[in-house]
């Protein structure tokens, strides 16, 4: 048996959902979604969790964070917490399980908003983490591992605060602190091997536009340079006085 975390947005991809859900349960898995207190559930989604028997989990109001500015620039996507809802996700589900004493052997971490194809069987390891890609990254969007494994990955709360605390280093586009780059330094930093699954294929399915990472960049050397425009205004209105 093992439990499937659905985390994130559902919006309209309920038939996307069902697919997932059917490759991946198979009638041996119990499912979980964590839906903040403000927000509601559309009919089709929740007809869906009474076809799957999902568990519904209150994750209590939304949360309010500060962002960098210079993340809110150059990675203004990648850049929201969604990892404040990982951490609420998992402590729900840790005390459903407190209740139940029935945990699980594998964990699966599920956005909405993928398609998981060609599924084979599930690798089953105590130390290893096995993930969407691994392409220099670690996938934020797909996991999954064993209990011990799967709660240090549902933590990287812990590691963004401490790397959103430091001065920010932007010159190493792999190093920058959002999404699975900051999910690949929190694994390593928690000593957790991760590799790719060769018998899963999944792809996020959303319609978006193709912004180039220069345009970013450019973005944040105009807010630099206003910054220092506006310093150098001060200085010489105190050297005028």
Not at 62 to 84: D, F, G, H
Not at 135 to 140: E, H, N, P, Q, R
Not at 203 to 211: C, D, E, L, N, Q
Request: aromatic letters at 10%; hydrophobic letters at 40%.
């Amino acid at each position: 048996m093992f439990d499937i975390l659905i985390v994130g947005l559902i919006r309209n991809q309920q038939n996307l959902l069902r697919i997932n859900l059917e490759q991946l349960a198979r009638g041996r898995a119990r499912c979980f979604y964590g839906i903040y207190s403000d927000e509601t559930l559309l009919p089709e989604t929740k007809s869906l969790f009474k076809r799957f028997d999902v568990t519904v989990l209150d994750l209590g109001p939304s949360p309010t964070y500060s962002i960098p500015i210079a993340l809110k620039i150059l990675e203004p996507k990648n850049s929201r917490n969604s990892y404040i809802l990982f951490d609420r996700m998992n402590k729900m589900w840790d005390e459903y399980l407190g209740k139940c004493h029935d945990p699980a052997s594998t964990i699966i971490r599920l956005r909405p908003d993928m398609l998981v194809t060609k599924v084979g069987q599930l690798p089953s390891s105590n130390t290893i983490l096995y993930v969407g890609h691994d392409y220099g990254i670690a996938s934020d969007n797909f996991a999954f591992g064993s209990k011990n494994t799967m709660s240090i990955y549902m933590n990287a709360i812990e590691t963004l605060r401490k790397e959103w605390s430091k001065p920010l280093n932007i010159s190493n586009y792999h190093n920058i602190p959002v999404g699975e780059r900051l999910m690949r330094t929190h694994l390593i930093k928690n000593d957790v091997i991760f590799k790719r699954p060769m018998n899963i294929t999944i792809r996020i399915v959303r319609k978006y536009r193709a912004i180039y990472k220069l345009t970013g960049y450019w973005k944040l050397f105009v807010y630099l340079m206003k910054d220092a425009t506006s310093v150098l205004s001060d200085l010489c209105s105190m050297n005028n006085e």
